[in-house]
């Protein structure tokens, strides 16, 4: 089955995003660890690389307009919103945790990270389910 217009953009777009993510990344931390800027310009410098990260929120955006297929689209914006809850419920228990001072600070950063592992695991369990639905008859 050929691959979708929209998907290999969207492949494209993400690669660029996460490329941009890593040169980011490893760029400002270098700066910080051997000539840390100071003033806006380390600000400035220290969210360079969640701007990649919003970018990828874009990205997925973009491929949800451009989709054309409605069931899949659905599906997506199912997996999304499973992802999104996962996320809140795991920072919010956090921040209560952090609050009544049984764990340390958490970083905020972590919540991106918690929501793209979620997305992972909400689309392998969809096709699982599939998986055992077809297995069925």
């Not at 990344?25 to 990260?53: C, D, E, H, K, Q």
């Not at 989709?67 to 228990?93: F, H, K, P, W």
């Not at 958490?106 to 998986?131: E, K, M, N, P, S």
Request: charged residues 15%.
């Amino acid at each position: 089955m050929p691959v979708p217009s929209e998907i290999k953009r969207y492949t494209a777009r993400l690669t660029v995003v996460m490329m941009l993510y890593g040169v980011a990344l490893v760029g400002v931390n270098l700066w910080f660890r051997y000539s840390p800027p100071t003033g806006a310009l380390a600000w400035f410098a220290a969210i360079l690389p969640a701007v990649p990260i919003a970018l990828v929120f874009v990205v997925i955006g973009r491929l949800l307009v451009e989709m054309r297929d409605e069931y899949l689209r659905a599906q997506m914006v199912r997996d999304q919103l499973i992802a999104t809850g996962v996320t809140l419920s795991i920072m919010t228990a956090m921040g209560f945790l952090e609050g009544f001072g049984l764990i340390g600070h958490v970083q905020g950063y972590f919540a991106a990270t918690i929501w793209f592992g979620a997305i992972g695991l909400a689309v392998c369990i969809r096709g699982i389910a599939a998986f055992r639905e077809r297995a069925r008859g």
